[in-house]
């Protein structure tokens, strides 16, 4: 059986692709001529998390970091930036295939960090005593 933190870190590093954030934009409020259109809001790290009545919330894969009212002008790595200034993701400010093998390496090792964190978190959270007697075996 997988480990739900197997499916957590699978589950967030999947979109690392450009493709699969892309495809979580079913629908999006701008068209392709605005600068806020969904491959920008793709490149910038966001999927799409909205319904029908938010229809532009969307969050960082990287940072989790949620954002909705959109303006059709907006520049998305901006906007990203300008709320969630300590996303590695954000940073970069430019496509992932314009980044080098090693920061694409570094990014992916602190995703993973943080996916562990989270997860150890509600580890602590969801079982109590019986996550206690596992964190004892190990050094504080
Ligand atoms: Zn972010």
């Given at each position: 059986?997988?480990s739900?933190l197997?499916?957590?870190?699978?589950?967030?590093?999947?979109y690392f692709?450009?493709k699969?954030?892309?495809?979580?934009?079913?629908?999006?409020?701008f068209?392709?001529?605005?600068?806020?259109?969904?491959?920008?809001?793709?490149?910038a790290?966001?999927?799409?998390?909205?319904s029908?009545?938010?229809p532009?919330?969307?969050?960082?894969?990287?940072?989790n970091?949620?954002l909705?009212?959109?303006?059709?002008?907006d520049?998305?790595?901006?906007?990203?930036?300008r709320?969630?200034?300590?996303c590695?993701?954000?940073?970069l400010?430019q496509p992932?295939?314009?980044?080098?093998?090693r920061?694409?390496?570094?990014l992916?090792?602190q995703?993973?960090?943080?996916?562990?964190?989270?997860?150890?978190?509600?580890?602590?959270?969801?079982?109590?005593?019986?996550?206690?007697?596992l964190?004892?075996?190990?050094?504080k």
């Open positions: 059986m997988e739900n197997n499916k957590a870190l699978k589950e967030s590093l999947k692709s450009h699969e954030r892309l495809a979580t934009f079913k629908t999006w409020i068209s392709k001529k605005y600068p806020c259109n969904v491959e920008k809001m793709a490149e790290g966001f999927i799409f998390i909205g029908k009545n938010e532009d919330s969307v969050k960082c894969f990287f940072c970091t949620n909705d009212r959109w303006e059709p002008n520049n998305p790595w901006k906007e990203h930036l709320h969630a200034p300590k590695s993701f954000a940073k400010q992932m295939d314009q980044i080098t093998l920061e694409y390496y570094i992916h090792s995703l993973c960090h943080s996916v562990i964190d989270a997860y150890i978190e509600e580890q602590r959270l969801a079982s109590g005593k019986l996550f206690k007697k964190e004892a075996k190990f050094r």
